[in-house]
């Protein structure tokens, strides 16, 4: 809230609008390369995950992996693009040390997804209220990732390694249009855009190992006497954190508003330019002036042949992609009535952790109760532990019943809590079994009685306000039944206390 209410200041004191366009390259959740059997594991001790493809041996012919294809289209499903029934493969040529081919294998003009959106989370900036945005997507197109360099990585020697395990591993990059008008939009995309691909096993979105990074392009556009001028476009690269973006651009953003306050400069007066984040300097630097495609010579790779997607391959793709945060949001809120924040606490979690809710659900927990246990009681473990949903003690079929086991009355929630930590201890108990070991036999009906007797004698007030019709105030009975017996269960407490005082045997 507090960082909402920042932006919104922000942009209200800001005298330019910035303007970004987000780059985001997804890696492929496949075991192998996107031209080469070689594994994508990552890892692995150096150049241990290589091939004469990956390194570019000469003579050495490329086969495409055909899942690549299938998660390609799937993200383009989810993303409502339009899929291309014939794509094909470009050479994009540039010189690197990690890039042994001299090109990385791409697509150039006919992309696997063209025009999309995605719509993320955003701040009206007229009213300041939250609200709703939809991005447009340009395209999404396959390529190669390149291998990684290794500066000064031994000590005492200043050189520099190359590490090929990464070349060749299938990467799709997904290119917005210039919608994003705040570092905090930015954050939200990218934060919507890898819960996306996550939700659908497109990729396993681990940041630190690099399986999701964007490049932001920024620039600044002002108002000056009726027209708007906008500073030249800046790209800044490999930004691999949900933080490195909202740092990056808030200082770019600053950077250019200097110059251009300096220098006067516009869009087309000096060229686009590359810059690299640096994380612990906190700022941009100057990598080069940006080429243009010309500069790539792009051309069809003649040594793979075009993709034609069926439409059997398509309906197979939109089969996989029925489950997005989008939909799950809205089910939850929808069929199970969770308050919107509670539901997006639980689509943030994944797919596996709304799989176990629903699990619970399914299983006949009520849905009210099973969000409450799952907010209070599973997800504080899965934090407190590190640990994830799949290594969650517990199956969902077993705490459902335990839920189920609440909802009739059978123990009140503070004796279900302490049978959960029983049950956690002892995973290999049953139900029923984590519930006997608390010494929760049930009270049986006629001692039940005589205890509400003795209660009701002891509160004459309590019947005398039933009487006078406040219900409510046989709740008052509840705390000097348990200290009588702990395994009694509050909801009967009520009800034979009320029918006693009804039935005027009090
Ligand atoms: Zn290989």
């Known amino acids: 809230m507090e960082g909402s209410s920042f932006c919104k ?3 209200a004191i800001l005298p330019y609008k910035t303007v970004i366009g987000l780059e985001v390259h997804v890696q492929l959740k496949t075991e ?8 994508t594991l990552f890892g692995a001790a150096p150049n241990t995950h290589v091939c004469p493809v990956c390194m570019g041996l000469p003579g050495a012919l490329p086969v495409l992996n055909s899942k690549a294809i299938d998660l390609a289209v799937r ?5 409502q693009c339009d899929i291309a029934p014939f794509t094909k493969w470009d050479r994009k040529n540039y010189f690197y040390p990690d890039l042994p081919k001299g090109y990385q294998t791409s697509q150039f003009d006919l992309p696997i997804c063209g025009r999309g959106h995605l719509e993320i989370d955003a701040i009206d900036p007229g009213t300041g209220a939250p609200t709703r945005k939809k991005i447009a997507l340009v395209r999404a197109h396959l390529e190669e990732d390149a291998g990684k360099s290794m500066h000064d990585e031994v000590a005492g020697r200043a050189d520099t390694r190359i590490d090929l395990n990464r070349a060749g591993t299938p990467l799709l990059e997904i290119v917005s249009e210039p919608e994003l008008s705040s570092a905090e939009e930015a954050k939200n995309y990218l934060t919507e855009m890898r819960l996306l ?4 096993g497109i990729t396993d979105g681990n940041m630190q190992e690099g399986s999701l990074r964007a490049d932001a392009n920024v620039n600044l556009h002002f108002e000056r006497e009726g027209k708007t001028v906008a500073t030249p476009i800046v790209e800044i690269k490999n930004l691999n954190s949900f933080r490195a973006v909202e740092r990056a651009i808030l200082y770019e953003s600053n950077r250019q508003y200097k110059l251009f306050q300096e220098t006067g400069l516009t869009i087309g007066q000096s060229p686009k330019q590359t810059r ?10 100057m990598q080069r002036e940006k080429e243009d495609s010309a500069d790539y010579r792009y051309f069809p790779c003649p040594d793979l042949v075009p993709v034609i997607l069926s439409q059997s391959d398509i309906e197979f793709a939109t089969n996989s992609a029925t489950m997005t945060p989008a939909s799950v949001r809205k089910s939850l809120v929808e069929t199970h009535s969770l308050k919107p924040s509670e539901a997006e606490v639980l689509v943030q979690q994944g797919r596996a952790v709304i799989d176990y809710f629903e699990a619970l659900v399914k299983q006949g927990a009520a849905p009210k109760r099973a969000t409450s246990w799952m907010m209070q009681d599973v997800l504080r473990y899965l934090n407190e532990n590190t640990t994830h949903i799949e290594s969650y003690p517990i199956p969902a079929a077993s705490l459902a019943k335990l839920l189920i086991g609440i909802e ?3 123990l009140d929630t503070s004796r279900g809590k302490e049978a959960l930590a029983k049950w956690i201890a002892n995973p290999g108990l049953s139900v029923e079994q984590a519930i006997e070991s608390l010494g929760l036999a ?17 509160n004459p007030d309590v019947i005398s306000k039933v009487r006078a019709g406040n219900e409510k105030a046989l709740a008052a009975l509840v ?6 017996n702990k395994n009694v269960d509050p909801r009967q407490v009520q009800e034979i206390c009320r029918k006693l005082i009804d039935s005027g045997s009090v």
């Open 408 to 410: 009739d009355g059978k």
């Open 479 to 484: 705390g000097p039944a348990k200290k009588k």
């Open 9 to 11: 200041f922000m942009n």
């Open 276 to 285: 690299g984040w640096n994380d612990a300097a906190g700022e941009t630097e």
């Open 32 to 39: 192998t390369k996107l031209f080469c059997r070689c594994s």
């Open 75 to 79: 993200a383009g499903i989810a993303l």
């Open 442 to 458: 049930q009270v049986d009906t006629g001692e039940l009685e005589s205890l509400c007797m003795q209660l009701l004698a002891e």
């Open 197 to 200: 691909m996550m939700f659908l």
